[in-house]
């Protein structure tokens, strides 16, 4: 196992971590480390749940989501065997907020009930869980304010993760005004300058009218609102329904 | 988490220091186990398990009353010699036992009468507590019934396996026995036992969640049927934790709808209470989140009002239903203890937007223009900005009918709809016909019909359930063989 342990220091240092990974993980997997149980020698599990959170946080720099998740599969069982290591809260708040990103709030939540009761106070993990407050709420004003927080995980997450946020922020402003300021809509939206709403606001179908430089939402709502509801009657829905009342009674009597 | 159960222990420890300073009643419990023999033998002999449960049924209130004495003499008037020397050695044997009575019913003596002997002796041993040795007989138990593998063993083996994984948890080692459970499961399944593979599957459920394992439950449940001919209790159960699964994953409809079954079907107020406890707080929280507010009467129950109250639920329901958020901050703080301890807290923690849209309501109710500002003084929010995208999202998921205006900084609310130009009331009158139909069609089939005019058919029934019994011992004899013959 010395040589896992030469591994792991050198991926640390940051030299040669992909060739380290693909060779730790064979040599992990022939001693039959990849699948841990109480009768592994804690020194073996405790290196080699050190290089799987290396290799965690790489696929994180490399920007390969779907091999962090495998990562992050399989350190679930180390970590459970093992006593807390420094990397956990950051791989799990990492994954939290790459959940977000995705806006899978399910998965979100499920991972936070699993989260252990002393670790939710850690600093990395509080990011997240304060993040999806806000967005649940509607604050997005502090969510941009946290934005130091987030780039800290990696500046490609947090474009993503502001990508996310507009569509939110974009599906709201639809229902909720009829017509904005295109300079309004631009900083209710987080964008610099009006020329890239402009390119937003096209890509969302809303029309900008030249004259008065206003974002109008109208046309929008009146298409997909209640008015187009209530006109179209749900003809199929009453008559199979009525055909299913049909067929219980004829069952009762 | 455990507590639906220790509350229920706990209620049952107390009358039984009563029981034990009295010796009178030692000869009715015995001949109360006595006819509980002589029942499970009929049930065996006419292949009716339905006997077997009922007996089972007495098993609370008879392990209120259980001593070693009683049990010492019980075994030598009911086991078979095998098990009397199995059994004995987890006995305080201190007692003079009465040895001219031991000899009466040796050769008669069924194996599923032994089981219930030592599933007797297993609740006396979780009772004094005596962990280890329960544990190492509830697995000797199982591996008796293993090798005898016998249909009418099923409610008995259930209720083994439940008091197995019990012990584990009250040794706290519930994950250990994750594995055994997992291949009893399989063992169920593979023999149509349809007891033990409600109770299992139960056992397993909660052995996730207690280690918040709620993945891996979903994918339990996503992979195993529940089945159809287990009783209420374990149903009860089932959907207890099918609901608080849901609710983990934002599932707040089905959650709904599983916890209000789970209540619905579990037995009444004074035989489990702890449950209907435990099953009415997630039922709170679950209709909260859902934006509803529980109705009062809930919360003024006898049975609820304490549990409900101290454990801090009417207050977050209060808050939640005033919209004030400072409230609800101070109630979360105060109770945050009893919340962790159910195994709410982080459901709670996700009612805070909630608390800001019941408020977010009633301004647009009571006003129908007013500036963001007094918004965000009213709900005490932080900034101006924040209130514009708060009002925004709440337009947007329908929970206020408003529109902003930006440059004047208001929010206009718009006149409310007629809802009977809606689909609303639609829906709800299919709801109730929905759930008039099924009552209907779920009373029906839990009817039992009486045999087609009795006097003549009875029997015929008779007859043919002896012939049936005759062919089942023929097979049995051809196969196995009885061991303790």
Known sequence: ?253 | MAAEEIEIDQAEKAPQENSKQDVKPVQTVIDEIRQNASLIERAVITTESRITSRVLRTLTTLRKRLSDEVLLQAIQQLGSRKYKTQLMPYLSNDMQVDSSLAQTSESGTLPEVDIYLSLLVLLRLIDKPNLSSALELAITTLNNIQALNKRSFDPLAAKVWFYYYRIHELLGQEQESRTQLLAGQRTAVLRKDTDCQAVILNCLLRCYISAKAYDQADKLIAKSTFPEGAGNPQLARYLYYLGRVKAVQLNYSDAHHNLQQAIRRAPSGNIAPGFLQNAYKFFVVVELLMGDIPERSIFKQQLLKGSLEKGGYLAITQAVRVGDLSLFADALSKHSDSFIRDSTYTLILRLRHNVIRTGLRMISLAYSRIPLGDICAKLRLDSEEDAEYIVAKAAREGVIEATINHQQGYMESKQGGNIYDTEEPQVLFRQRIQFCMDLHNDSVKAMRYPLKSKDDDLAKAEEARERESRLIKEIEDGDIGRGDE
């Open chain 1, 1 to 253: 196992m010395s040589k896992l342990f030469e591994i792991k220091q050198r991926i640390e240092k940051g030299e040669r971590v992909v060739e380290g990974l693909n060779e730790a993980k064979l040599l992990m997997s022939q001693s039959n480390l990849l699948i841990p149980s109480t009768r592994s020698d804690m020194v073996d599990l405790q290196v080699s749940r050190d290089i799987l959170e290396v290799g965690a946080l790489h696929s994180i720099t490399s920007q390969d989501l779907k091999s962090f998740e495998r990562y992050i599969n399989l350190l679930n069982p180390f970590w459970s065997l093992t006593n807390d290591s420094t990397n956990q809260p950051k791989i799990i708040a990492l994954q939290l907020l790459i959940y977000l990103t995705q806006n899978r709030i399910s998965d979100f939540h499920t991972l936070l009930e699993s989260i252990p009761i002393h670790l939710l106070s850690n600093f990395h993990i509080q990011t997240p869980i304060k993040l999806e407050r806000w967005i649940m709420e509607g604050s997005y004003s502090k969510v941009w304010d946290s934005k130091p927080e987030i780039e800290l995980a990696g500046h490609w997450i947090w474009l993503a993760f502001l990508e996310t946020i507009r569509n939110e922020i974009a599906s709201c402003e639809e229902k909720a005004y009829d017509s904005l300021p295109i300079n309004d809509a631009a900083t209710l939206l987080f964008f610099n300058s009006p020329a890239q709403l402009t390119q937003f606001a096209t890509s969302r179908g809303w029309t900008i009218s030249p004259s008065t430089q206003h974002v109008i939402f109208k046309d929008l709502n009146s298409i997909t609102g209640i008015e187009k509801q209530k006109f179209s009657l749900p003809s199929h829905n009453m008559i199979s329904h009525s055909l299913n009342y049909a067929k219980e009674l004829e069952t009762i009597v």
